[in-house]
């Protein structure tokens, strides 16, 4: 058995490896690949969508179980279809979707939430699945505008992973790399809260439920059972609220997150113009940002 899985999204990778890869078909540039070790048994299962581009494999474990792997990058302009999203999660029993979703949400970034953000929260929600993403940020505009996180991963049947954002590019965008325990059965938490009022319940049970239905034979038994349990779910819901659970995201100070957007525009300049000043520019403020982020974190475990 694979005990974890690894994925890295913008990173180079070694042979032995195979790519599958879709390639943009509107216009140059962009496109989706996944490459994946020569040892380990896959094949492509290619997902038709119009909102988001995709590449996609099974792979397939010693013990015969499939997993479905997806890389998703989702334009910035137009709407994401969760019906497109059903064709990914709904086609396997354990799937990973793993990418640039576009998609900002208080659940998993700062800032303010877009309606890719909504959807896919509400997605993530509706269908019990595990967003996993980092928390820090893993855009950072040129133009200096806040940092968000739009690159996360979506697990269904999974519970166990990390995500980590890594400052180690010149893009505006970090690489994340996730690991994934595949053996990790256990089921996903809700990521809502739910509270009751319990006298609008007694209420409204109360008045829906009829006191002495008659009652001749077995089938009356089960009518009367459909009857009471559709009032109860009925209930339920109209006297409950719920409350999304925010996930852990960490904001980072205007300090680091514009020191980051500075290192990353220096070292775009290096690759460009290869002055060795940019260079030792580049990899200054790199360290600094480390230290920076270890000594954040000191200070806020101590608060």
Avoid at 113 to 127: A, V
Avoid at 227 to 237: F, G, P, Q, S, Y
Avoid at 269 to 290: A, C, G, H, M, V
Wanted: charge should be positive.
């Amino acid at each position: 058995m694979f005990p974890r899985v690894a994925f890295d999204i913008y990173q180079t990778v070694v042979k032995p490896v195979s790519l599958d890869e879709t390639d943009r078909l509107t216009h140059r540039g962009g496109g989706t690949a996944l490459f994946i070790r020569n040892s380990i048994d896959h094949y492509p299962t290619p997902i038709a969508s119009d909102s988001f581009e995709n590449t996609t494999i099974a792979i397939v474990l010693p013990n015969s179980q499939q997993i479905i792997v997806s890389s998703i990058y989702r334009p910035p302009h137009g709407i994401i279809s969760t019906d497109e999203l059903n064709r990914i999660f709904n086609s396997n029993n354990k799937c990973i979707a793993v990418g640039d979703f576009n998609a900002k949400h208080s659940v998993w970034s700062s800032g303010r939430r877009n309606q890719n953000g909504n959807i896919t929260n509400d997605y993530i929600c509706n269908n019990n699945l595990i967003l996993l993403a980092p928390p820090d940020p893993t855009h950072f505009p040129h133009n200096g505008n806040n940092p968000s996180t739009l690159d996360f991963g979506v697990l269904k049947n999974f519970s166990s992973g990390d995500a980590t954002s890594l400052n180690e590019l010149c893009s505006d965008h970090n690489l994340v790399s996730f690991e994934i325990d595949i053996n990790a059965n256990i089921p996903a938490i809700t990521k809502t809260l739910k509270t009751t009022n319990w006298m609008k319940f007694y209420d409204i049970t109360k008045e829906a439920i009829p006191g002495n239905p008659s009652i001749n034979s077995t089938k009356d038994i089960d009518e009367v059972i459909k009857k009471i349990t559709a009032v109860i779910l009925t209930a339920i819901n109209q006297s409950s609220k719920a409350k999304i659970i925010n996930g852990p995201y960490r904001k980072l100070p205007p300090l680091i997150t514009n020191k980051i957007t500075l290192r990353n525009q220096i070292k775009k300049r290096w690759q460009i113009t290869y002055d060795p000043r940019f260079k030792r520019k580049s990899t200054q403020l790199t360290n600094e940002i480390k230290a920076d982020i270890n000594q954040y974190d000191q200070d806020s475990w101590t608060e």
